[in-house]
């Protein structure tokens, strides 16, 4: 069974930084599309940011600018350096990971989308006080 486990959240004062961290280690092919996504209370699951086994990356319109998205392929590990954190980042952070579309499948619209993915982290806290 695929497992994605997530690391890397905390709590900052706004303005602050963090990085998270999402491994797969039980899965050896390459991912074609992984991507964070966060959730405030009561709220819904946003994309935050996606990148596919290009490269090619996405980012949400709240986020551009201030977060970065990375991968490594051969060791199917994905980062999000946050930086600028503002009190509204404050969320439960997930991984998420699809491999059973070929890559052109990952348009930017569907890479922030909830139903694109199969297999999800079980989140990381990001708390950002002011």
């Known amino acids: 069974q695929v497992q994605l486990v997530e690391s890397g959240g905390g709590s900052v004062q706004s303005g602050g930084s963090l990085t998270l961290a999402c491994a797969v280690p039980?899965?050896?092919?390459?991912?074609?599309?992984m991507g964070w996504f966060r959730q405030a209370p009561g709220r819904e699951r946003e994309g935050v940011a996606a990148?596919?086994?290009?490269?090619?990356?996405t980012y949400a319109d709240s986020v551009k600018g201030r977060f970065a998205v990375s991968r490594d392929n051969d060791k199917n590990t994905l980062t999000l350096q946050m930086n600028s954190l503002r009190p509204e980042d404050t969320a439960m952070h997930f991984c998420?990971?699809?491999?059973?579309?070929?890559?052109?499948?990952?348009?930017?619209?569907?890479?922030?989308?909830?139903?694109?993915?199969?297999?999800w982290g079980q989140g990381t806290q990001v708390t950002v006080s002011s």
């Open positions: 039980n899965y050896s092919p390459h991912i074609p599309c």
């Open positions: 998420a990971a699809d491999f059973a579309r070929p890559l052109t499948y990952y348009t930017r619209t569907k890479v922030l989308d909830v139903g694109t993915y199969h297999y």
């Open positions: 990148i596919d086994s290009e490269g090619k990356t």
